[in-house]
């Protein structure tokens, strides 16, 4: 029974609720989901959750700003993956440039590039197996599956086959990710795995320093700030 309890505090709670009644509940401070004809209200996300999801928001925000491909969010933010289909607040999304005209003032319609989970206790079953399905079929090209719980941390990355199906995504052998929809963009997974988290302007400038395609004083620039930030570490 005291599990069952434990189990029942951290499942997100359901409501029958059309789409329209929805939209007068779904706020700016929390996420509040529609699917299916019900509304998912999800427990406050963990501390950890909570840096991680700051951590790569920085990592995405600076290096799509920097080259200028479009734009990033954050949870809470709606995403009508179809017009008469679910309504989602992914942690983070990336819209490309391509991808803007589908940006609204209170919600994305459609599938955005690149939509990144961070999984938290509530939010297991529906990051793994509806989210999954769903983003699949509304054409999200990448996904990030992010799992920080103790003991289960994991990181899991999909890319958007020909045939319309999710197949993961290789790593390198260091153990980095390298985006396909945002091109240069990398993922170190031991720095999601570091208490506590490492600086993001320093992996940042890391990422930076990697790409050859860069001028050569930009280089150097993003170094000398490396070199700052790691005496500084």
């Known amino acids: 029974m005291d599990v069952l309890k434990a189990v029942e505090k951290i499942a997100p709670q359901r409501q029958k609720m059309n789409y329209v009644d929805y939209l007068e509940i779904a706020g700016e401070s929390k996420i509040v989901e529609w699917v299916e004809g019900e509304v998912i209200s999800y427990m406050p996300p963990t501390v950890i959750h909570q840096d991680i999801s700051g951590f790569l928001f920085y990592l995405l925000e600076s290096f799509v700003q920097f080259f200028r491909l479009g734009k990033v969010q954050q949870a809470p933010f709606e995403v009508k993956l179809w017009p008469d289909g679910p309504s989602r607040e992914p942690d983070i999304l990336f819209i490309s440039n391509e991808n803007m005209p589908n940006l609204g003032e209170k919600r994305f319609s459609g599938a955005p590039d690149l939509i990144i989970e961070i999984i938290s206790p509530s939010s297991a079953s529906e990051d793994r197996a509806r989210k999954f399905m769903q983003y699949q079929q509304a054409g999200v090209q990448e996904y990030w599956l992010i799992d920080p719980r103790p003991r289960q941390q994991q990181a899991d990355f999909y890319l958007l ?73």
């Open 161 to 233: 086959g020909e045939d319309g199906l999710y197949q993961p995504a290789p790593l390198t052998e260091e153990g980095h990710y390298h985006s396909v929809v945002i091109p240069n963009l990398w993922l170190d997974l031991a720095w999601l795995w570091t208490e506590p988290l490492p600086n993001p302007q320093l992996r940042f400038a890391e990422i930076m320093v990697s790409i050859e395609e860069l001028p050569d004083e930009v280089k150097d620039t993003y170094k000398a700030l490396a070199k700052i930030l790691s005496a500084h570490t």
